[in-house]
């Protein structure tokens, strides 16, 4: 059979048909276009959520350190420093006299256990340690921002559980430390407790004390000489009424 003139003509789109070398196919320049504008869309959805991270953290850091950001190398911010640093240091120097008060309440104690002088130092300088170990580590969380509303509390948990380990681990030493030295039971009764009611407490202060200090717009910085001081009358006050409560005969 014939085949007629319309038999013979192409069936394709012409847009299918052959093209001229280096012509695009409109259809793929669309598909490109459309994957690059979602491309675009997400990465301008990434920088806007890093956006709001780091003013986040820009919110939650404002005002920690302000001694440290009034740095000024050439000395024209001397002065400001000066006062804000030596007016604290002042305040604790005053506050410290409190564990001399209450040492000149228990001077018949000291006089007929001397032990706890002896070791009266080693405990408030545990408690001092531990606690500026701990503030030290907050500090350091909300500067870089890694401390925040929404690791505060597992980080808190966290220095619980440090808080027992490193108890356990300095009383067993502390308590050790006396026998050798003294061999008596009793006072190394008497030491071991007061260092595990100090170092606990110091730990846990120094963990919350950062956090609350900022919380009121204070600088946290000061934190870690604060809790120095803390510790100095709360470690005298524990070690002076446990030894009373286990000393003391009537």
Do not use: K
């Not at 410290?96 to 018949?108: K, M, R």
């Amino acid at each position: 059979m014939a085949s007629t003139e319309s038999d013979e003509m192409p069936l394709t789109h012409p847009s299918a048909g052959a093209r001229e070398p280096g012509e695009t196919d409109p259809l793929a320049s669309l598909d490109g276009s459309a994957t690059s504008a979602r491309a675009l869309a997400r990465e301008n959805a990434e920088l806007r959520e890093r956006l709001r991270e780091m003013q986040a953290i820009i919110d939650e850091t404002d005002g920690l350190c302000e001694v440290l950001g009034d740095l000024d190398i050439e000395g024209s911010a001397f002065w400001p420093g000066y006062r804000a640093r030596a007016s604290w240091l002042v305040g604790l120097l005053m506050l410290q006299s409190v564990s001399s008060f209450i040492l000149a309440g228990e001077e018949d104690l000291l006089a007929a256990h001397p032990v706890v002088v002896l070791f009266l130092t080693m405990l408030v300088g545990a408690g001092g340690n531990a606690g500026n170990q701990s503030a030290v580590r907050v500090i350091r969380g909300l500067a870089v921002g890694a401390l925040n509303a929404r690791t505060v509390r597992p980080f808190l948990l966290r220095e619980l559980s440090m808080a027992l380990a490193i108890t356990v681990t300095l009383v067993a030493v502390g308590c050790a430390r006396v026998v050798v030295f003294h061999g008596s039971g009793r006072d190394a009764l008497v030491v071991s407790t007061s260092l595990a009611v100090i170092v606990f407490t110091s730990i846990l202060i120094g963990a919350v004390l950062p956090l609350g200090m900022h919380r009121l717009r204070l600088d946290a910085a000061h934190a870690g000489t604060s809790i120095q001081v803390v510790m100095d009358i709360l470690g005298v006050t524990v070690t002076c009424f446990v030894a009373n409560a286990l000393l003391t005969d009537n």
